[in-house]
């Protein structure tokens, strides 16, 4: 497909067949938050710019694959410096608002399936029967009218839709939402969505390594839900994993 001429109408983006990722490939970076005048797209927008900047292409792949590297940490602290300046909102000319954190939230949430996509072949009923962490760590699926046991693959895909079905209810409508109800709801979709990088850390370990690698997904969850006080430091995956952590988290 050709690529238009000029910045299209944010508004005409389907009809003209473009696909979000083509209109964000086409937009420069300094693209301002007037263009979108929409919280959740700007967001989306400002992520994939920074991940191509940081993660993609050959050089980019080479130096995060390199554990021991001080260039790889270095990029990695570079990238979540400016992810902070998404995380507060500050610098990018968005106006005020209270809400921005569970905009954030519902973006990290997009990213979390796309991780859980990446699990077909090797997480399914028969190889994670049950949804669980570390070997001491099960859950029960809250889901459903009384919460049951579920195949890990069942649990992640329905604790995923409830949170977005939560997202898109007066809890989080600006217009309608009680500040306080709301930031009770978004740490506890924090702490339930959390467990999905549990599971897959301790049981799909290849695919948790090649995804963090391509995304800082999980780096920038943890860094979400400490500058909120959404979860205990505890109940991270550095606490459950203790000395022998991983140089990729």
Known sequence: MEQPTSTPDISDIWYQGITQDELFEHLPEE????????EQLFIEFKIFKLIQKHLRGEQNTRIMNNYQSK???QKCDLFMREYDDILSGKSLGVPENKYWPYFI???LLVEIQQLVCTLSKVCTNETCPIMKAAAQWTFLCASHTKPQQCCAIDYMTHTLDTSITIFNTRVFNPAEANPNKAQQHAAQVARRIYRVFGHVYFNHEQQFKAFENATLLHRRFEAFVKKHNYMEASNLLKAMIGPNEPNYL
């Open 31 to 38: 693209t301002e938050y007037n263009y979108f005048q929409n």
């Open 71 to 73: 260039d790889r940490e």
């Open 105 to 107: 939230l519902r973006s």
